[in-house]
T-cell receptor, first 114, second 112 residues
Framework: SQQGEEDPQALSIQEGENATMNCSYK?????LQWYRQNSGRGLVHLIL?????REKHSGRLRVTLDTSKKSSSLLITASRAADTASYFC??????????????FGKGTLLTVNP | NAGVTQTPKFQVLKTGQSMTLQCAQD?????MYWYRQDPGMGLRLIYY???????DKGEVPNGYNVSRLNKREFSLRLESAAPSQTSVYFC???????????FGQGTRLTVV
């Protein structure tokens, strides 16, 4: 089964509002990442937060990580129509030795209405 | 700097045919991945390679084989294609300790 699960599956908001997406995962991690995908194209990296960090900011993005609850949230502030996309969390689950595999959740489809 | 290059972009196969999806990266990354994306399923890991010469199964490896030809190239082979393998396939690579991953543009495969 997949390591990460995003919630909600779909989110529709008005331009200017904030959007919050959540991610839960199952096993211990080194870092958690968020990615964006436009219309079935390749994923683009947004932000990475390490397991020893609790919060990170990048422009209009704010990511939090709670390792005790195995959960993360992505907040996009002052959303724009161009933010319409699918958003995925990814975790690096240990797979033996020093190898880590990068696994993704099912994603949240964000629609920002003008 | 091309990043991650996948070929082909589109492919239609008949059931039972074989094909190889090619992936190459020019960022000197150690880790490379193959994912498939189906509607409502997100990205599921098929195989990955943590370094040249090593490969490991992911979540959905059945029906696929991979080859890490060298540090740059990681190919995915379908030996006998089935309609259940109709999907969009993505190759990705990342540096040490799985920091930011870079994705190819995807291969849209239809098996009829």
């Amino acid at each position: 089964s997949q390591q990460g699960e995003e919630d909600p599956q779909a989110l529709s908001i008005q331009e200017g509002e904030n959007a919050t997406m959540n991610c839960s995962y199952k096993t211990s991690i080194n870092n958690l990442q968020w990615y964006r995908q436009n219309s079935g194209r390749g994923l683009v990296h947004l932000i990475l937060i390490r397991s020893n960090e609790r919060e990170k900011h990048s422009g209009r993005l704010r990511v939090t990580l709670d390792t005790s609850k195995k959960s993360s949230s992505l907040l996009i502030t002052a959303s724009r129509a161009a933010d319409t996309a699918s958003y995925f969390c990814a975790t690096d689950a240990e797979s033996g030795g020093s190898n880590y595999k990068l696994t993704f959740g099912k994603g949240t489809l964000l629609t920002v209405n003008p | 700097n091309a990043g991650v290059t996948q070929t082909p972009k589109f492919q239609v196969l008949k059931t039972g045919q074989s094909m190889t999806l090619q992936c190459a990266q020019d960022m000197n990354h150690n880790s490379m991945y193959w994912y498939r994306q189906d509607p409502g399923m997100g990205l599921r890991l098929i195989y990955y390679s943590a370094s040249e010469g090593t490969t490991d199964k992911g979540e959905v490896p059945n029906g696929y084989n991979v080859s890490r030809l060298n540090k740059r190239e990681f190919s995915l082979r379908l030996e006998s294609a089935a309609p259940s393998q109709t999907s969009v396939y993505f190759c990705a690579s990342s540096g040490f300790m799985n920091t930011e991953a870079f994705f190819g543009q995807g291969t849209r495969l239809t098996v009829v």
